[in-house]
């Protein structure tokens, strides 16, 4: 099933608001109007130097200095949209008894819903579930977007996002909003408040951002995501949902994931010819470096049976035959291939992947830089349907650097930063603590070439003090090599 949604409008929102929500702060907003459960929309930030009150008495005080710090933020031209919500329930709110409990679930304080609902003589709260963009959206500011605040606005163009980054897991997001709606009281307050004083420093503290994110996991307000990548590689999450996507004409859906594909190749190192664009009579895929690789990309729910007869026609028009027998050919696709597919695959030689084993690959690649080796890939990439293969792959890599990160610990745990230890030294260690038997336990030589690795200036996990022989090299601990 897609992942994929398109979406026309936005719903303008106080820009705190929607930074709360990022945070998973909160899950429920302020519409101006009921909204249908199932609606989904971008949320538009705004500023609020028009709104109901001044900042200051419109947001609670351990919320604040994050409010203003958003605030300050928005630009005068344009504003960048983050996230995009569905609407899962919307009550409407008319007693003022239940406004101190509701202050205590969320980021506005008693005074500012009570203002709300002395003006608009009712409170309509909207309970978001909230996905994040693969990467944020410029758009320009609407001169009218704070007397559009709670209102929706249509975009100038429809915006396709994927379900692949919730702010909030299901589980997490179904306690959060039983929570709101019976009015319970937040669990640890008092945390909230260290929370609240934390996530100051966290601007430009590291380690002052790690402890806020472990206290946000224990609170529900950030889901466990161990190794996320950062911002700028979250397309990697889309790789799957466009290659599966249903929605849109075929062309845009072709177009879209045969440009992540390429991304995705030249990520891991491929040279991608960008004239390989596909189309009618073209040829999607093509890398030059280190070898030859021919492909065809196929988004939606199966690859045609076609598909082969059409690679081999169309690589060995572009290519030549010759070139084209000795390049490596893929067709990446969704759904479980035909037996009439697999067996033209076999004949052909032509490997077959679903669209989310390139997308394990490259998020391999991503958490752990040049850790996909190529050449040692094209040994996996043989006739038929090669995901299981691959998987073998992407496992050994891992368990290799794991290996590794063992090696690090080992060092470490054998005294402070900057004491030399010799390999023997840490050989034993490691089989000591991490081999889990016989035929796991390593010897000196196996151990010396990965401290030596591990040592590089280009890693930089482990320090060298270099003796007379290799045997009389010490190494010392720098830092550790996380693994999930």
């Given at each position: 099933?897609t992942?994929?949604?398109?979406?026309?409008?936005?719903?303008c929102?106080?820009?705190?608001?929607?930074?709360a929500?990022v945070?998973g702060r909160m899950?429920?907003v302020m519409p101006?109007?009921?909204i249908n459960?199932?609606?989904?929309f971008v949320?538009?930030p705004?500023?609020?130097?028009?709104n109901l009150l001044p900042v200051?008495?419109?947001?609670?005080?351990?919320?604040?200095?994050?409010?203003q710090?958003t605030?300050?933020?928005?630009?005068?031209e344009?504003?960048s949209?983050?996230?995009?919500?569905?609407?899962?329930?919307?009550?409407?709110?008319g007693?003022t008894d239940?406004?101190?409990?509701?202050s205590?679930?969320?980021?506005?304080t008693t005074?500012?819903?009570q203002?709300?609902?002395r003006?608009?003589?009712h409170?309509?709260l909207?309970?978001?579930?909230?996905?994040q963009?693969?990467?944020?959206?410029?758009?320009?500011v609407n001169?009218?977007?704070?007397?559009?605040?709670?209102?929706?606005?249509?975009l100038?163009?429809s915006l396709t996002?994927?379900q692949?980054?919730?702010?909030?897991?299901?589980?997490?997001?179904t306690?959060?909003r039983r929570?709101?709606?019976?009015?319970?009281?937040p669990?640890?307050?008092e945390l909230?408040?260290?929370?609240?004083a934390?996530a100051q420093?966290?601007?430009?503290?590291?380690?002052a951002?790690s402890?806020?994110?472990?206290?946000?996991?224990f609170?529900?307000?950030?889901t466990?995501q161990?190794?996320?990548?950062?911002?700028?590689?979250?397309w990697i999450y889309?790789?799957n949902d466009?290659?599966t996507a249903?929605i849109?004409?075929?062309y845009?859906?072709?177009?879209?994931f045969?440009?992540?594909?390429?991304?995705?190749?030249a990520?891991l190192?491929?040279?991608?010819?960008?004239?390989?664009?596909?189309?009618a009579?073209?040829?999607?895929?093509y890398?030059?470096?280190p070898y030859?690789?021919v492909?065809e990309?196929?988004?939606g729910?199966?690859?045609p049976?076609?598909?082969?007869e059409q690679l081999?026609r169309?690589?060995?028009?572009?290519?030549?035959?010759?070139?084209?027998?000795?390049a490596?050919?893929?067709i990446?696709?969704p759904?479980?291939?035909?037996k009439?597919?697999k067996?033209?695959a076999?004949v052909?030689?032509?490997?077959?992947?679903?669209p989310m084993?390139?997308?394990?690959?490259?998020e391999?690649?991503?958490?752990?830089p040049?850790?996909v080796n190529?050449i040692?890939l094209?040994?996996y990439?043989?006739a038929?349907?090669?995901d299981?293969r691959i998987?073998e792959?992407i496992?050994?890599?891992?368990?290799n650097?794991?290996?590794?990160s063992?090696?690090v610990?080992a060092?470490?745990?054998?005294?402070e930063p900057?004491?030399?230890?010799l390999?023997?030294?840490?050989?034993?260690q490691?089989?000591?603590v991490?081999a889990?038997?016989?035929s796991?336990k390593?010897?000196?030589?196996?151990?010396?070439n990965l401290?030596?690795e591990?040592?590089s200036p280009?890693?930089g996990?482990?320090?060298?003090?270099?003796?007379?022989?290799?045997?009389?090299d010490?190494f010392?601990f720098?830092?550790n090599?996380?693994?999930?």
């Open positions: 099933m992942n994929l949604v398109s979406i026309p409008t936005a719903l929102l106080p820009a705190p608001d929607i930074e929500l945070q899950v429920a101006r109007t009921f459960p199932g609606q989904q949320l538009h705004c500023d609020v130097s028009t200051e008495q419109y947001y609670r005080s351990n919320f604040l200095p994050i409010a710090t605030l300050a933020q928005l630009g005068s344009t504003v949209i983050k996230v995009w919500a569905r609407c899962e329930l919307c009550q409407s709110i007693d239940v406004l101190p409990a509701l205590r679930l969320t980021v506005w005074e500012c819903l203002e709300v609902l003006q608009r003589h409170i309509f909207a309970y978001l579930r909230v996905y963009l693969p990467q944020p959206i410029e758009v320009a001169l009218n977007s704070q007397e559009k605040i709670g209102k929706f606005v249509g100038l163009n996002v994927t692949s980054l919730p702010v909030l897991s299901d589980r997490i997001f306690q959060r929570q709101l709606e019976n009015l319970e009281p669990l640890h307050p909230e408040e260290l929370e609240s934390i420093l966290a601007l430009s503290n590291p380690a951002e402890l806020n994110h472990h206290i946000q996991k609170l529900g307000w950030a466990n161990p190794n996320t990548l950062p911002e700028d590689l979250a889309t790789i466009l290659g249903t849109g004409g075929n845009e859906k072709g177009t879209a045969e440009q992540i594909v390429h991304k995705s190749l990520f190192g491929f040279g991608v010819d960008p004239t390989a664009k596909g189309g009579g073209g040829m999607d895929l890398c030059t470096t030859p690789l492909g990309c196929k988004a729910k199966s690859i049976d076609s598909t082969v081999d169309i690589g060995k028009r572009h290519l030549g035959k010759e070139d084209y027998d000795i490596v050919k893929l990446i696709g759904g479980e291939p035909t009439y597919l067996e033209s076999d052909s030689i032509i490997s077959i992947i679903n084993t390139l997308q394990k690959l490259v391999l690649q991503a958490k752990y040049g850790s190529l040692e094209k040994t990439l043989g038929g349907q090669t299981p998987d792959y496992e050994k890599v891992q368990n650097i794991k290996l590794r063992h090696i610990q060092v470490k745990q054998l005294g900057g004491s030399g230890h390999t023997v030294e840490i050989r034993v490691y089989n000591a991490f889990k038997d016989l796991s390593l010897d000196d030589f196996k151990v010396y401290l030596i591990l040592s280009l890693t996990y482990l320090g060298r003090k270099e003796g007379t022989d290799w045997k009389s010490r010392y720098l830092r090599l996380q693994v999930e």
